[in-house]
């Protein structure tokens, strides 16, 4: 399978700032990546897709303007969550596949906590 | 909407037993997958079901599925303490992955 990695691994913030985490797909060229949000003792909650060169689809009820995503290339995936409250805090989960694979690789996540 | 249903989502199992996590889901699909979550990290992929009657062990794992009763099980032969960890089961469609709630998993001498 795919590697994926996903920095920062852990990262605290206060609230009112913004946060941006990375998502890189390498070994091979991801040409769709998936956000997901994980809260405690929860499952995982898909946020956005999206394909490289294209703006992310977003599942309904995420601010597309809160949750800004870009995936400039076939390897790399960034979520920056806006102005971050409190209730942003969640293990935010990165996964890349592509067309020829029948199954999402998953990146080991990012804890975020804003104070 | 496709839905994924687990039961049961907290199981208590004694080191040797067997037992069973089920999911069920909504909508038709040929494509279901388990994971494993160990506390604090991501998802660990344990088996992709791509057909009917799709049948995978791996060690003391077992999964199967069944696209007619819209059914996957994933059966736990002689319970050991490093198989303590959360069991998702997920569905896919478009690509996109539907999750079930989770199996919480506690193996007890």
């Known amino acids: 399978g795919a590697v994926v990695s996903q920095h920062p691994s852990r990262v605290i913030c206060k609230s009112g700032t913004s946060v941006k985490i990375e998502c890189r797909s390498l070994?091979?060229?991801?040409?769709?990546m998936f956000w997901y949000r994980q809260f405690p003792k929860q499952s995982l909650m898909l946020m956005a897709t999206s394909n490289e060169g294209s703006k992310a689809t977003y599942e309904q009820g995420v601010e597309k303007d809160k949750f800004l995503i870009n995936h400039a290339s076939l390897t790399l995936s960034t979520l920056t969550v806006t102005s971050a409250h409190p209730e942003d805090s969640s293990f935010y989960i990165c996964?890349?596949?592509?067309?020829?694979?029948?199954?999402?690789?998953f990146g080991p996540g990012t804890r975020l906590t804003v104070l | 909407e496709l839905k994924v249903e687990q039961n049961p989502l907290f199981l208590s199992m004694q080191e040797g037993k067997n037992y069973t996590i089920y999911c069920n889901y909504s909508?038709?699909?040929?494509?279901l997958y388990w994971y494993r979550q160990d506390p604090g990290k991501s998802l660990e992929s344990l088996f992709v079901?791509?057909?009917?009657?799709a049948v995978k062990q791996e060690g003391r794992l077992m999964a199967s599925l069944d696209t007619k009763a819209r059914l996957s099980t994933l059966h736990i032969t002689a319970a050991v303490h490093d198989l303590s960890a959360t069991y998702f089961c997920?569905?896919?469609?478009?690509?996109?992955?539907?999750f079930g709630a989770g199996t919480t998993v506690t193996v007890r001498a």
């Open positions: 909508t038709t699909s040929d494509r």
């Open positions: 079901l791509l057909s009917n009657g």
């Open positions: 997920a569905v896919g469609g478009d690509y996109k992955l539907s």
């Open positions: 070994d091979f060229q991801a040409t769709t």
């Open positions: 996964s890349v596949t592509a067309s020829s694979y029948n199954e999402q690789f």
